[in-house]
């Protein structure tokens, strides 16, 4: 079984700044992907950022520039620094992990339960 634990959300000001975390632990032989959802209600949920394996990074265009993705491969967790935060950024935030729990076996998609992120003056 893999759980995922995010943390960091909450309420600031236009123009503050979060730092989500995820942390990722249970049964994984290797984490390929780790990656940052977000959703509004009636809305799909959109990638945010994403961070493969190697360090490759990935944005959404509405976040380039004031988000950065990063992970602690050796205790997998990743983390998103939110700067310049925007009241467009108010969303549900989800960690989306991409694990292979055995050698072998396929990969997996996992997704944390979600945490709030509200930017309100």
């Known amino acids: 079984q893999v759980q995922l634990v995010e943390s960091g959300g909450g309420l600031v000001q236009p123009g503050e700044s979060l730092r989500l975390s995820c942390a990722v632990s249970g049964s994984i032989f290797s984490v390929i992907s780790m990656g940052w959802y977000r959703q509004n209600p009636g809305k799909e949920r959109e990638l945010a950022a994403g961070?493969?394996?190697?360090?490759?990074?990935n944005y959404a265009d509405s976040v380039k520039g004031r988000f950065t993705i990063s992970r602690d491969n050796a205790e997998n967790i990743v983390y998103l620094q939110m700067n310049s935060l925007k009241p467009e950024d108010t969303a549900v935030y989800y960690c989306?992990?991409?694990?292979?729990?055995?050698?072998?076996?396929?990969?997996?998609?996992?997704w944390g339960k979600g945490i709030l992120v509200t930017i309100s003056s």
């Open positions: 989306n992990v991409l694990v292979r729990v055995r050698r072998y076996a396929s990969a997996g998609t996992y």
């Open positions: 961070i493969s394996s190697s360090g490759s990074t």
